[in-house]
């Protein structure tokens, strides 16, 4: 009866909204095998005009002993090929909390000429033919700044590079073989060095008056 009496309206208390308790555990995520075998993924990049597609595929792609638990570390392995006949394999070490990766990356026989899209307007002369070989050893870590990236162990080889004025018939430059050894590079402070460069077989740079 008091409902219809003004002023008398019993009120309910207000309800809050569920409150995380403090100290409560985080949520824990393990996996001991995570994989994905022979798989394909194709890659198109229109940006800017760019125009560029290629094919990954034979991916294979190992995660071991996943957790996110502090000081925990993961495995992860990655190998795959393109269309274009490029060889890629990966190996690594990395933690969530702290943020750290270690590793190794190999890129064998990329056809330098295959990336024109992305470097040919940053150039005067065209790159005809060239196979690059690329390896490194890269460690990422968080700071208190973020992210510090930093490469070592770099060694770069590039095989049968022949360049070109662009308008001429005639190759300017013919490097059989050319070879980057033992360098480093720390990408946050942007400094390179580079540790031995090695050239063999019969180099030619000529020039037409």
């Known amino acids: ?105 190999d890129i064998k026989k990329i056809p330098i000429k295959r990336y024109a899209p992305y470097y040919d307007k940053q150039i005067l002369f065209d790159i005809k033919d060239g196979l690059v070989d690329f390896g490194t050893r890269y460690r990422l870590n968080k700071t208190a700044e973020g992210p510090n990236i930093t490469l070592d162990g770099i060694d770069i080889l590039v095989n049968s590079m022949r360049l070109r004025n662009r308008g001429e018939d005639y190759d300017f430059a013919k490097i059989p073989d050319f070879k980057v050894t033992d360098g480093s590079f720390d990408v946050n402070n942007k400094k390179l060095i580079i540790g031995n460069i090695l050239t063999t077989g019969d180099n030619r740079i000529q020039d037409r008056a």
Not at 37 to 46: H, P, Q, Y
């Open 1 to 105: 009866m008091l409902a219809f009496i003004p002023g008398q309206i019993e009120k309910k208390p207000e309800e809050k909204p569920d409150e995380t308790k403090d100290g409560e555990p985080p949520l824990v995520v393990n996996a001991d095998e995570v994989g994905i075998e022979d798989g394909k993924i194709l890659f198109t990049d229109l940006f800017e005009g760019i125009r560029f597609k290629t094919l990954l595929e034979k991916i294979n792609f190992k995660v071991l002993h996943f957790s996110n638990v502090q000081g925990n570390k993961t495995a992860a392995t990655l190998a795959l090929q393109t269309d274009a006949g490029e060889i890629i394999s990966a190996e690594a070490e990395f933690s969530l909390d702290p943020l750290l990766s270690e590793g190794v990356l």
